[in-house]
């Protein structure tokens, strides 16, 4: 059995709580044509085998067993003019091939647990700083909250975590948090929160950037 925390993103967990109201997640791009919706049973979005082939793959393109997280590479059926064959999406997620409470018994495509781009390689293991911002997002006083990288010496990744918060923030609970659900903990640095909303406004995005890539 996989984790929750890889069906559902934690926005959708907080959408719901503020808005006591179901909410359903769904993922697609231009380029499907079809998108995975979540069913009644809110356990990924179902894959739609007869509009799309929908692979989870390594590195190398080798397709991974269910529950592993890859990167998820789509093969549209529907799609005449621009046909695509294995199409990368430079996404990372888990398929779920258990049966669903629902009764359909397509597989399940979990929460977007990053961009490929944006990994990360920190202390042995692998991250995405889309894995940070979620377990950040469990700690109420973390307000708002970017993620720098850059290269160390020895080839991996020197990952800062900065927190932006008005409100009295504990830096060790967030280091203890970040260990417990990552298994690593970034370093940690607390701001107040115009600061860091500054940095992530002069990046001058369309939204607040939340990902600095120094290497
Ligand atoms: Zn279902």
């Known amino acids: 059995m996989q984790k929750p925390d890889h069906l559902r993103a934690p926005l959708a967990r907080d959408l719901c709580d503020a808005w006591d109201a179901p909410v359903f997640s769904s993922y697609g791009a231009t380029e499907f044509e079809t998108a995975f919706c979540e069913c009644s049973a809110q356990q990924g979005g179902h894959v739609h085998p007869e509009l799309m082939l929908t692979e989870i793959v390594d590195d190398a393109g080798n397709v991974l067993p269910d529950g592993e997280p890859g990167e998820v590479v789509v093969t549209p059926l529907g799609v005449e003019g621009f046909p695509l064959v294995r199409f990368r999406t430079g996404d990372i997620a888990r398929l779920h091939a258990g049966h669903c409470s629902c009764g359909w018994q397509t597989p399940r495509l979990g929460a977007i647990e990053g961009r490929l781009a944006q990994r990360l390689k920190y202390k042995g293991t692998t991250l995405y700083p889309e894995m940070i911002f979620h377990v950040l997002q469990e700690i109420k006083s973390v307000e708002t909250c970017y993620v720098e990288v850059r290269s160390a010496a020895d080839q991996t990744d020197e990952v800062r975590v900065v927190v932006g918060s008005d ?49």
């Open 167 to 215: 409100a009295a923030v504990d830096t060790k609970e967030i280091t203890d948090f970040l260990q417990a659900r990552l298994r690593v903990c970034p370093e940690v640095h607390v701001k107040d929160k115009p600061s860091v909303v500054q940095v992530m406004e002069a990046a001058g995005g369309r939204k607040l950037q939340r990902f600095f890539d120094f290497r």
